[in-house]
């Protein structure tokens, strides 16, 4: 099971570079990157693929049936979307919102990148991606035990 999980993990990890980069060619096609700190952006990448890959098997563990996971895309994703700085300055949201916002992985995914490609301010950017590491480390143990739980019953 260990090495199921992993591998499915690393899966994450690869699909989330490999279509992030490919995005990033695209940018760098239509000249849109501003800066050599760009070069960083695979990293994070690498880093909110793991985040994503980890709770999407914490969610599989729990799924009872295959029709259930739209409510991951429903519930988590969309809101993340939404209120992860995406599609709008999150800065323009009320304060509650800030707060709720700044606890999901997405919206650290995106002040990092687009800091990256704008090259703007590299001083705050460590805390963004101190809490995705923290996040994936502590998120990594967990998917392993529940699917383990669920498959060997």
Do not use: D
């Not at 304060?95 to 687009?114: D, E, G, K």
């Not at 996040?135 to 498959?151: N, Q």
Request: charge should be positive; include cysteine; proline fraction near 6%.
């Amino acid at each position: 099971v260990e090495e199921v999980v992993a591998g499915e993990m690393l899966y994450g990890v690869f699909k989330s570079v490999l279509y992030g980069s490919v995005i990033l060619v695209v940018l760098l096609c239509f000249n849109l990157v501003r800066s050599p700190w760009v070069l960083g952006v695979p990293a994070v990448l690498a880093l909110s693929g793991l985040v994503f890959a980890e709770m999407a098997l914490i969610w599989t563990s729990f799924t009872p049936r295959v029709e259930t996971f739209n409510y991951f895309f429903t519930l988590i994703i969309t809101p993340m979307f939404l209120f992860g700085g995406i599609f709008f300055p999150v800065e323009g949201l009320p304060a509650a919102v800030q707060t709720l916002s700044w606890f999901t992985p997405l919206y650290h995914a995106a002040t990092l990148t687009r800091a990256l490609v704008l090259g703007q301010g590299a001083s705050g950017l460590w805390v963004h991606v101190l809490w995705l590491a923290v996040v994936g480390a502590v998120f990594f143990k967990p998917p392993v035990y529940l699917m383990r739980r669920r498959l060997i019953k």
